[in-house]
Structures are given as C-alpha cells and as structure tokens.
C-alpha cells in the first residue's frame, strides 16, 4: 500500500533538506516537560497531569489517563547520541501555538493531501525526526537534558499539545524493546522513518512551490508565514 513513498523520487529542490541525522522510527517517546496538552479542565502542562486526570483525544474524546511515568535523559555530544537529538518545531510550524520541542522517535499524525490522494486516508503517523526541515524544523544542538513524561491509555490514543499539534501515544511500553502494538497499526497508520521522509521531502516541495511569497516574508513578527491548506 506505501509503496508510492518507496518509489517517488524527490525533486532537486527537496533534495536540498536532505538530513546527515539517522532517522528514527515511531516509538514510546514520552512529551517534554512544559508542553501544554488539552484536558477536561483546559490546557496543562504535562508535568501536572496523573493517572485518571481526564485528557482530550483525536479520536475518543476524553479519556483517563492510565499511567503516568518521568524519564530525564542527557543528551551528549557524541556520534552515537546525534539519533536522539530533539527536534524543535517553530511557532505554528504544525499549529502549535508555541515554539516547542520533542524527541525524535515521537508519533505525530499529520494530515496531508498527499496522504489522502495515495491512501484514501490523509491522516499518519510519521516520527518526528522525518519532519526536518519542514517550515523550520530542525534538530536541537547537542548537550542538552531532556525530561518528559509518558502518558498511557488503555488504548492507542493521539492527543492534542500546543493547541494544534497531535502527539500519538501508545498503549503500554517497553524499555528494553520500543515496540509498537499491531493495535496501534491498525488503528492508524503509521508509516516508517523512510516512507515518511519521502512524504516530508514532497511536502517540502508543494509547500515551496505554493507558498514561496509568503515563507520570504515576514507578516510584522519577524517569522514565516504560511498558508493553510484545505
């Protein structure tokens, strides 16, 4: 079904936002401390949620939150630790309200019409990692520390950060082996850390074609601008 990803070849001007980053696939990434997630009580930060505290999802409404689990991690500035360098996402980049980061092996789902014209379904799942150089996107420098927190369901849920971002959360995780369920395939799609860099590359391509004018201006705030597309 993906093997469209597989077969385009992206174009010279995609070409250009090659990344010299390892790629990544989906896994239980856990959200950063200080992003903001839609509850039944409004928007908190992910460090003030625990497990029952009712938090909103794409497809299921409000649903409790099962368990709850902190992680900190330190990024050095080693070869072997550039595969888990944050990601930055610019203000409004993915319709988030702010400037923020995640870890590279987290889902978002993304809605393209390229999604929908070759899969009848404009909704997946790509790792953030896939997503460089996309309106701004980018990796973080090294020697930083991460902290985040991992939210489970009882099931597979995508739920809403930083007002217009969609962060796919997993049922249940493994340390020792980040896996993800075949529930979650089936659920949504996820496609992998190739086949979503070769969609990304022909974003980045239909994004410039269409919205050039307005990714060199600068609408008063000093940062791109883009457009929306139906």
Not at 75 to 80: E, L, V
Not at 201 to 230: H, K, V
Request: glycine residues 8%; hydrophobic residues 45%; aromatic residues 8%.
């Amino acid at each position: 079904m993906l093997d469209w990803f597989a077969k385009r070849n992206a174009s010279p001007m995609a070409e250009a936002f090659t990344t010299a980053f390892p790629l990544v696939s989906t896994g239980h990434a856990g959200v950063l401390v200080g992003t903001m997630v839609a509850t039944a009580t409004g928007w908190r930060p992910v460090e003030a949620l625990a497990i029952g505290d009712e938090v909103l999802t794409f497809d299921h409404g409000m649903r409790p939150v099962k368990s709850v689990e902190r992680q900190t991690l330190v990024i050095g500035d080693t070869a072997c630790a550039q595969e888990m360098a944050p990601i930055y996402i610019p203000r409004d980049a993915l319709g988030n309200r702010n400037p923020m980061w995640v870890k590279p092996e987290q889902g978002l789902l993304i809605e393209h019409d390229l999604l929908e014209d070759k899969l009848g379904d404009p909704f997946a799942v790509v790792p953030a990692c896939a997503l460089e150089g996309y309106r701004g996107i980018t990796r973080a420098p090294q020697q930083v520390t991460m902290e985040t927190v991992v939210l489970a369901f009882d099931e597979d849920e995508v739920i809403y950060i930083e007002a217009g971002v969609l962060a796919f959360c997993p049922v249940g995780h493994d340390l020792m082996h980040d896996c993800i369920t075949d529930a979650a395939q089936d659920l949504y799609t996820l496609l992998s850390a190739t086949e979503a860099r070769e969609l990304v590359l022909d974003m980045i391509t239909e994004d410039t074609f269409w919205t050039a004018g307005a990714i060199n201006g600068s609408g008063g705030t000093g940062e791109p601008q883009y457009a929306t597309y139906a």
